[in-house]
C-alpha cells in the first residue's frame, strides 16, 4: 500500500515517521519549511516516548503530483486548512481513499467536497505528537487509533489501512462509525481545550478544582444535546471519559492552550464553534461553549 501523508506538522510527521520506520512506502507532502528541508536533506529525528532517538530517512515532497499513485492519502492539516489542502492534491488523486484523522467537527465533509463521498475515511487518534525543531518531531505519549469509512460501509481496504497503521506501531482499530468516534472526541475537545487555553492550566487542573470541574461538566454536556439533535449516539458517559483523559494527560498543555500562548490560530472553530452553528441549527442552546468560543476569538484577535 502506498501512503501519502499530508501536512508535515506535528501529527503528520509522526505518521509518516512510523510508517518509513515500519519500512511502510510512506512519502510526507508538506508545505516548504525549514522543517521540509531538513527532514529532506538529512533524514527525521524521532524521539520514542520512552526517550529513545531514531533517524528515519523519509520520503518528504512539496510537490502535490506525489499523491498521484496514493492507495491512501492521511490528511493531517489543522481543521481550518482542509479545504485549501485538500485543493491542491485533489487533482493528482487518482482512487486513492483518504482518511482524516483530525480534530473537530466537518472536516469529513470537506473531504467529501473534494474527492467521492465512498472514497472518505475519517477516525481519530489519540497519540501525542510534538514537532519540537525543524526536523524533529517528538511522540509524546501512545494511544487509540479508530478509523473508518465515513459515508459508505467499511471493505478490505479499510482492514488494509488500518494493518499498515498498526503494523507502524500505531494501533488502528476499525469503526463501523467513525462519526461517534469523532464527535466523542470533539466533546473531549469541548471540556478540555478552550478552559485550559483561557485559564491557562494544564489538562489535569480541571479535575482539580470544582470550578474546573463545572465548566468541563457543561460545555461537554452540551455538546451531548448537540449530538443527540443531530442523531449521533455519543455514549452517555462522555463527562466521565473527558474528565478520565483531563487525568490522564494532567500535566499536558491542551493543543489550543499551545495555539493561544504561540498566538497561532486555534482549531476552536472546528470545536466549541462547530457545536454552537450545530447547536443553532438544531434549537439546542449553547451557551457555555458560545462563551467559551468568544473568548477564545477574542484571544486570537488579540
Ligand atoms: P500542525 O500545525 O503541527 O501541522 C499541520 C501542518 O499542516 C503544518 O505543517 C502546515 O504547514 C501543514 N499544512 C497546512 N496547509 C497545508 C497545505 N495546503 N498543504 C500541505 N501542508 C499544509 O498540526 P498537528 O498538531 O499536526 O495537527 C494536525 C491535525 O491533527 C489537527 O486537526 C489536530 O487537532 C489533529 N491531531 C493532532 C494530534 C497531535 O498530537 N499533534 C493528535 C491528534 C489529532
Ligand atoms: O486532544 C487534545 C488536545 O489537546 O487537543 C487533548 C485530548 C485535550 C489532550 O491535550
Same mark, same amino acid.
Given at each position: 500500500?502506498?501512503?501519502?501523508?499530508?501536512g508535515?506538522?506535528?501529527l503528520?510527521s509522526?505518521?509518516?515517521?512510523?510508517l518509513?520506520?515500519?519500512?511502510?512506502?510512506?512519502?510526507?507532502?508538506?508545505?516548504?519549511?525549514?522543517?521540509v528541508?531538513?527532514?529532506?536533506d538529512?533524514?527525521?529525528?524521532?524521539?520514542?516516548p520512552d526517550?529513545?532517538?531514531t533517524?528515519?530517512?523519509?520520503?518528504v515532497?512539496t510537490d502535490?503530483?506525489?499523491?498521484a499513485?496514493?492507495?491512501?492519502?492521511?490528511?493531517?492539516?489543522?481543521?481550518?486548512?482542509?479545504?485549501d489542502a485538500?485543493?491542491g492534491?485533489?487533482e493528482?488523486?487518482?482512487?486513492a481513499?483518504?482518511?482524516?484523522?483530525?480534530?473537530?467537527?466537518?472536516?469529513?465533509?470537506?473531504?467529501a467536497?473534494?474527492?467521492?463521498?465512498?472514497r472518505?475515511?475519517?477516525?481519530?487518534?489519540?497519540h501525542?505528537a510534538?514537532?519540537?525543531?525543524?526536523?524533529?518531531?517528538?511522540? !509524546?505519549?501512545?494511544?487509540?487509533?479508530?478509523?473508518?469509512r465515513?459515508f459508505?460501509?467499511?471493505d !478490505?481496504?479499510?482492514?488494509a489501512?488500518?494493518?499498515?497503521?498498526?503494523?507502524a506501531g500505531?494501533?488502528?482499530?476499525?469503526t463501523d462509525d467513525p462519526?461517534v468516534?469523532?464527535?466523542?472526541k470533539?466533546?473531549v475537545?469541548a471540556?478540555?481545550?478552550?478552559?485550559?487555553a483561557l485559564?491557562?492550566?494544564?489538562?489535569?487542573?480541571l479535575?482539580?478544582?470544582?470550578?474546573?470541574?463545572r465548566?468541563?461538566r457543561r460545555?461537554v454536556?452540551?455538546?451531548?444535546?448537540v449530538?443527540?439533535?443531530?442523531?449521533? !449516539?455519543?455514549?452517555?458517559?462522555?463527562?466521565?471519559?473527558?474528565?478520565?483523559?483531563?487525568?490522564?494527560?494532567?500535566?499536558?498543555?491542551s493543543?489550543?492552550r499551545?495555539?493561544?500562548?504561540r498566538?497561532?490560530?486555534?482549531?476552536?472553530?472546528?470545536?466549541?464553534?462547530a457545536?454552537v452553528?450545530?447547536?443553532? !441549527?438544531?434549537?439546542?442552546?449553547?451557551?457555555?461553549?458560545?462563551?467559551?468560543?468568544?473568548?477564545?476569538?477574542?484571544?486570537?484577535e488579540?
Amino acid at each position: 500500500m502506498r501512503i501519502v501523508v499530508l501536512g508535515a506538522g506535528s501529527l503528520g510527521s509522526l505518521l509518516a515517521g512510523a510508517l518509513a520506520a515500519a519500512d511502510a512506502d510512506v512519502t510526507l507532502l508538506g508545505r516548504d519549511s525549514e522543517h521540509v528541508r531538513r527532514v529532506r536533506d538529512d533524514a527525521l529525528r524521532l524521539t520514542r516516548p520512552d526517550g529513545t532517538e531514531t533517524r528515519v530517512p523519509l520520503a518528504v515532497t512539496t510537490d502535490a503530483a506525489a499523491a498521484a499513485d496514493a492507495d491512501l492519502l492521511v490528511v493531517c492539516v489543522k481543521s481550518y486548512d482542509t479545504a485549501d489542502a485538500l485543493a491542491g492534491v485533489a487533482e493528482h488523486l487518482g482512487g486513492a481513499d483518504v482518511l482524516t484523522l483530525q480534530n473537530g467537527l466537518g472536516n469529513a465533509e470537506t473531504v467529501a467536497d473534494y474527492v467521492p463521498r465512498e472514497r472518505v475515511l475519517a477516525g481519530t487518534t489519540t497519540h501525542g505528537a510534538v514537532r519540537e525543531a525543524p526536523g524533529h518531531v517528538r511522540h !509524546a505519549g501512545r494511544g487509540d487509533t479508530t478509523i473508518g469509512r465515513y459515508f459508505a460501509p467499511n471493505d !478490505a481496504r479499510v482492514d488494509a489501512a488500518a494493518d499498515a497503521l498498526s503494523a507502524a506501531g500505531i494501533e488502528t482499530t476499525v469503526t463501523d462509525d467513525p462519526e461517534v468516534a469523532v464527535w466523542t472526541k470533539v466533546l473531549v475537545n469541548a471540556g478540555i481545550n478552550a478552559a485550559t487555553a483561557l485559564a491557562r492550566v494544564p489538562n489535569g487542573a480541571l479535575v482539580e478544582s470544582e470550578a474546573g470541574e463545572r465548566v468541563l461538566r457543561r460545555a461537554v454536556e452540551e455538546g451531548v444535546e448537540v449530538a443527540r439533535a443531530e442523531g449521533v !449516539a455519543v455514549p452517555s458517559d462522555a463527562v466521565e471519559r473527558t474528565r478520565a483523559v483531563a487525568e490522564r494527560t494532567a500535566s499536558n498543555a491542551s493543543s489550543m492552550r499551545q495555539d493561544v500562548e504561540r498566538g497561532r490560530r486555534t482549531e476552536v472553530e472546528a470545536l466549541h464553534g462547530a457545536l454552537v452553528r450545530r447547536g443553532a !441549527a438544531n434549537g439546542v442552546a449553547t451557551p457555555v461553549n458560545e462563551t467559551l468560543a468568544d473568548l477564545v476569538r477574542l484571544a486570537e484577535e488579540g
